[in-house]
């Protein structure tokens, strides 16, 4: 058991750190490109793993060549990509919930992460259980009878209006399964919990909350985690590492020592990534969250201006990231069905033609729900004064 008095002198420490420290400004330059670009390249691992499976076989099954086992290795770290995205909204969230811990407002919160959340996750539901009710219904397509790897469930079983209002409660995993085709929502759940605990556990550890509020709020984390279960509780601490980068001291050193470190912390996330090849996922999702944040932290030593093209070719891919992730699996499912049932094109042409499609497709969503957030958050500010 830790000490009692080492747990109270942490949370003074804490509290202090908090209320003095620990107001980082907003992330930018240079750090800032570098983020970016991860949380595209998140999304697009994500895709290139639940793409795979519908075009590319298996290396078991044939001679695929050097290059061919090369590709099918590269594009197997799905997983890995969203622990990678835990650990950047855990930066990127976590460090808001600090800079503004000293004048916290619930209102304001849960409108900017409602908003940001719900503006895609709605229209993402709909949209893909049309396409799913035509996959099952018109094209008649085996792979919604969990025909494939990145789909290997029954997806009919998945569309009813129940498992719909329980993935907009954000209870999927919890109280029910991801639903229909979707079976990347799962995060979404850990994603919004974690939103939800976390200025709590910070709220509970400042100073200027009064004691029966902080008791209050330690209370409802505990349960919460309770009802979350263990493994959306277990990567909860992949989350908060990342919101710790924040009050991670800074290094003073040279810019080449700074980018030796840079490189050094990518070689050990590497590392850790392909060690999750011969792990179990909780084991391998804790080693490979450290590793990730070191890497994380050190992108944030060095503070320089980014180029201008490297900073909008990061802003753009990630710009749209988060819709990528919401539509690609209905919609890859969808046009897998499509081209497997109505064309003779061989599985290269069909897997190009499928990516093409899903990118055009997510760009379109991107600017028809995401790119509106900010109207739909003044909008609900206005409505909520």
Known sequence: ??????????A??????????????????LPSAHLDLLRGLAAVAVLF????????PHYANGDIGVLGRL???????????????????????GGSVFRSASSWSWKK????????????????LLIGAIFDIIGIYVIKSPIYHGQSVSIYWEVGQRLGFGTLACNILFLQTIACEPFGSNGALWSLANEFWYY????????????????????????????LLFIVGESISILFLVWIMGALIYILPDIHCSSSKTVAIQ?????????????????KNTPSDILFGVAFTFFVWSLCQYKAQAPKFYQEISSRLSSFSYTMYLFHLPVLAFIAAILTEYTSFGASVSGL?????????????????????PLVRRTLFNVFR
């Open 1 to 10: 058991m830790i000490p009692v008095h080492l747990i109270q002198q942490a």
């Open 12 to 29: 003074h420490w804490f509290s202090e750190k908090l209320e003095t420290e620990a107001q980082p400004t907003p992330i930018s330059g």
């Open 49 to 56: 793993g639940h793409w795979r499976p519908f075009w590319w």
């Open 71 to 93: 590709g099918y290795f590269v594009t197997g770290f799905p997983h890995e990509a969203v622990i990678m995205f835990f650990v950047l909204s855990g930066f990127l969230v």
């Open 109 to 124: 919160y849960l409108i900017v992460r409602l908003s940001r959340l719900l503006t895609v996750l709605l229209p993402a």
């Open 196 to 223: 939800i605990m976390f200025p709590m556990i910070v709220l509970s550890l400042s100073n200027k909350s009064s004691v029966q509020l902080r008791l209050m709020y330690i209370f409802i984390v505990v349960i």
């Open 263 to 279: 490189i050094f912390s990518l070689g050990i996330a590497l590392s850790c990534a392909l060690m999750s090849r011969f792990m």
């Open 353 to 373: 033609l499928s990516l093409f499609a899903v990118i055009i497709f997510c760009l379109l969503a991107y600017r028809s729900f995401e790119a509106q957030t």
